[in-house]
């Protein structure tokens, strides 16, 4: 998958957030993106998942340049699955009902269809008991694992999670990280931000370090993490990876 | 026996034997306080007038019906209304849910019908009250339903977002069904207040259950004969709402 | 020997003070009338809130008359009957018209008034008389509990009826047009016809006469004859014409000029 930032700003207010990316990020299959909290990484990625739109500047993902129009950004982030750090799924509905939400109502796909599709994903990542539950009764770990079977169901053209296990504990945290493993293997195109080091060196290809609302260094994941040049990453690192 | 342990469910001799007490207690209270009046009861003279009671009691759900529909659906509008872009209508809103909360029900009847109702040429009573119903209701309404939307986390907007819902559809699919429930017993308060409320439209002469047991009372001086079936009356609409609200709300039940 | 008689004097004195004393000791058990003050002027409250008028003078003398203190009790009209029968009461003096139905629930006392019902009608009106409104389409309207509410209900089946709690409310519906016509008595709907004159008309001819007297439970006929005792010997000592004369001087006027009469 490709990825191309041009000029891209953004501010909050009197803020700014996004101090004018610029980067065409080589081919990717998985991309890792870490850095400092408030550094800039959460909006970057919302802006790459259509649910912010810069000040000023372009974006490309795949071949296209993405428009920032209203309509242009609804079928961006149609064709797309995301996956937040909490509160993915609506309390009102089961798992089940959650998952064919978007395929029935957003895809047209006919409900028997989705049914089995859902159904068939649940099987695949052991959730077929927790189908008729609704998020209140499911761990932490059900309720993530639930949303990422809500965003492969619909065939993404690639996938975004927003720290996805900071919400949970060390168990939980284990059996989500296992399930995008193993959609990375599968060969489907994914960027992750996560803090967990380990887990964006173990499953990345590429990895980007955004601090002070700017990309301070991208590169192959192998070598950003076992020999990091820029300072402030050295330091973000080092803090990190202390424990 | 008629204790209920902690977390335990409670068994249905324990339920019929508790009910049984209580009926039975408040027998006894009824009857000593009838026993000390010393009051003749003349029943046979309201069961002539037993017509009244029945057409009285018809008015009354014909124009609670209608003011619960109706009040659902300026309680709506104007919570959307409240929470509108458009100043104005943002103000309207707020300003008719004020002066709507800020005064007794009896004298909006009054101003409705001898100001309002005759400036616009409504002089059908019942039309006219029941829209005065409808109208207060609207605004206790129209706060419990912005209440209700508000309540539902912005995350939940946000995640509708991603998935790719339309406005319109994150409304329909995720907010308002949350809504609705979260709605049912208030809902059914204040239909049930609608139902108590319309009594007072006898000060226009609409001929409602209370009037009606009123009149009866005035032509055959049977005071409790008169307004003892008038309160069963009442429960006789209210109880079935309370009892479906309790079933709905044990349907409905989920922590967010 | 005027030391005996001081003793003597002091000793008699004590005693008639103290048998005095023990009379007034048993207080009267005060006579409970009531009545609804919204009847002017036969019942009504002046400026401070107190109860005044025709009624309120006449329970006055007759509560002196029997030695008891005198406890106004206001009720609404159509809760007079109740209140007397569960002894909340012991007299309505309220301008009650005595019929044959009211006193299948309680006693009347002799007649002490005599009034009639007529009508107060919207400007617009062109009915000459009270068969004029048993139509469909007329809207009459009534005060709850009252004789002209009773005639409405019976003898105009094809018109509808409108029943209001308060005679102002019912006057206020037809100055509006919102009814056609007020079925009330003589002086009041003259009374409100002088206060809305662009908006209503009278037929002041009464076309069902009446007589007013004073209610007594029917458990209760020593008190019943103690009132007609009293009717009695009022109306031969000018009691009446004396009460017709501080509340009704005008209005007596106005009707011998018109034609009516009412009598007392």
């Known amino acids: ?243 | 026996m008629l204790m209920q342990k902690r977390g335990q469910p409670v068994t249905l001799a324990a339920q019929l034997l508790s009910w049984c007490l209580v009926g039975l207690l408040m027998a006894a209270v009824f009857s000593f306080a009838f026993s000390q009046l010393k009051y003749g009861w003349n029943w046979a003279a309201i069961w002539e007038y037993r017509q009244k009671f029945i057409n009285g009691w018809l008015v009354t759900v014909a124009i609670s019906a209608a003011a619960l529909l109706l009040s659902l659906l300026i309680g709506l509008l104007t919570a959307l209304a409240q929470r509108s872009s458009v100043l104005p209508l943002r103000y309207l809103a707020v300003l008719y849910v004020e002066a709507v909360r800020g005064t007794p029900l009896l004298v909006q009847i009054l101003i409705f019908f001898y100001v309002v109702a005759s400036a616009f040429g409504l002089n059908n009573r019942y039309v006219a009250g029941a829209l005065t119903l409808s109208l207060f209701a609207g605004a206790y309404l129209s706060e419990m339903i912005r209440a209700g939307i508000e309540s539902i986390r912005g995350s939940q907007r946000e995640s509708a977002r991603a998935i790719g819902l339309t406005q319109l559809q994150t409304y329909r699919y995720v907010i308002y069904p949350q809504v609705v429930r979260q709605l049912i017993p208030p809902l059914t308060g204040q239909f049930a207040s609608i139902i108590k409320d319309s009594s007072l439209l006898s000060i226009i002469a609409v001929g409602e259950f209370t009037l009606n047991a009123q009149e009866v009372n005035a032509f055959t001086y049977s005071t409790l004969e008169s307004y003892l079936p008038l309160a069963v009356g009442y429960l006789l609409l209210t109880l079935p709402i309370s009892l479906v609200s309790r079933i709905l709300e044990r349907r409905f039940h989920f922590a967010t | ?264």
């Open chain 3, 1 to 264: 020997m005027q030391f005996n008689r001081r003793a003597l004097l002091n000793t008699f004195i004590a005693t008639l003070a103290s048998t005095s004393a023990a009379f007034a000791a048993e207080p009267a058990k005060p006579l409970i009338v009531g009545m609804e003050l919204a009847y002017p002027p036969f019942e009504m409250t002046d400026t401070s809130g107190k109860p005044t008028g025709f009624s309120v003078d006449l329970a006055t003398d007759l509560a002196r008359s029997l030695g008891r203190p005198l406890v106004i009790q206001n009720t609404s009209f159509d809760g007079l009957i109740p209140a007397l029968k569960t002894g909340k009461i012991d007299l309505v003096i309220s301008s009650m018209t005595a019929t044959e139905e009211r006193a299948k629930s309680i006693n009347f006392s002799d007649r002490y008034f005599s009034s009639g019902l007529c009508l107060l009608l919207k400007k617009a009106s062109t009915a000459k008389g009270i068969a004029d409104l048993n139509q469909a389409g007329v809207k009459v309207a009534v005060k709850k509990g009252t004789t002209g509410h009773i005639y409405a209900m019976s003898q105009l089946k094809n018109a509808q009826v409108l029943v209001f709690d308060k005679e102002s409310a019912a006057v206020l519906e037809v100055s509006q047009a919102k009814a056609d016509a007020f079925i009330y008595d003589q002086m009041s709907n003259y009374r409100n016809w002088q206060r809305n004159q662009e908006t209503t008309r009278t037929l002041l001819e009464p076309f069902q006469k009446e007589s007013w007297a004073i209610g007594i439970s029917k458990d209760n006929s020593a008190l019943k004859d103690q009132v007609n005792q009293f009717i009695k010997s009022y109306r031969t000592s000018g009691g009446f014409d004396k009460l017709g004369d501080r509340y009704l001087k005008e209005m007596n006027v106005e009707f011998k000029r018109l034609g009516y009469s009412f009598f007392l």
């Open chain 1, 1 to 243: 998958m490709q990825l191309e930032f041009c000029g891209i700003c953004k501010q909050f207010g009197a803020r700014p957030v996004l101090r004018d990316i610029s980067l065409k990020v080589p081919e990717f299959q998985s991309l890792a993106i870490v850095g400092p909290s408030g550094g800039g990484k959460t909006t970057l990625l919302r802006t790459i998942a259509g649910l912010e739109k810069p000040d000023s500047g372009r974006l490309r993902i795949g071949q296209d340049w993405l428009a920032f129009t209203e309509q242009a950004l609804l079928a961006h982030r149609r064709s797309i699955g995301t996956v937040f750090q909490g509160y993915n799924l609506f309390p009102h509905l089961t798992a089940l009902e959650n998952v064919m939400l978007p395929l029935v109502k957003v895809h047209g796909v006919a409900r028997g269809q989705a049914r089995d599709t859902a159904d068939a994903l649940f099987k695949r990542f052991q959730l077929l008991a927790h189908a008729h539950q609704r998020p209140a009764e499911l761990s932490g770990g059900q309720q993530q694992r639930v949303a990422i079977v809500r965003a492969i169901a619909i065939e993404p053209r690639f996938l975004i999670f927003d720290e996805p296990t900071s919400a949970l504990d060390p168990e939980m945290t284990a059996e989500v990280l296992d399930c995008i493993a193993e959609l990375r293997a599968e060969g489907r195109p994914l960027i992750i931000v996560t803090h967990n080091m380990g887990f964006a060196r173990e499953v990345s290809d590429r990895c980007l370090f955004i601090a002070e609302g700017q990309i301070l260094e991208e590169g192959r994941s192998a070598e950003l993490f076992s020999a990091p040049q820029h300072p402030l990453m050295v330091n973000f690192l080092a803090k990190v990876l202390r424990y």
